[in-house]
């Protein structure tokens, strides 16, 4: 199995920054994708970012301007400025992929970390 260990959340001030982190382990896999998804108390979980094994990213509208998806191997880090209090959720990070081993497709998800943005 791959498993993704998540971590940079906290609590921030308006305007603040945080960058988040997931790295994946296991064996014999590959990644073609990885995203940051965030759910608010109440709320549907949503779509922040995304970052492709070629390098291609997406940002939700919420997202545009303020932040940034990249990736290093199997790390996908999340830079987060001029946070806002509607940033405030619990962040998770996703991963797909494939077993080299058989080709066998996987997805996993982190544990969640989370951003809270209060003055």
């Known amino acids: 199995q791959v498993q993704l260990v998540e971590s940079g959340g906290g609590n921030v001030q308006p305007g603040g920054s945080l960058r988040l982190s997931c790295a994946a382990s296991?064996?014999?896999?590959?990644?073609?994708?990885m995203a940051w998804y965030r759910q608010a108390p109440g709320k549907d979980r949503e779509l922040v970012a995304t970052v492709t094994d070629t390098g291609s990213t997406y940002y939700a509208d919420s997202a545009k301007g303020r932040f940034t998806i990249s990736r290093d191997r199997n790390t996908v880090y999340l830079q987060m400025n001029s946070l806002k209090p509607e940033d405030t959720a619990v962040y998770s990070c996703?991963?797909?992929?494939?077993?080299?081993?058989?080709?066998?497709?996987?997805?996993?998800w982190g544990q969640g970390t989370q951003v809270t943005v209060s003055s």
């Open positions: 296991g064996s014999s896999f590959s990644i073609s994708a």
């Open positions: 996703y991963a797909g992929g494939l077993y080299v081993s058989d080709f066998r497709p996987f997805g996993s």
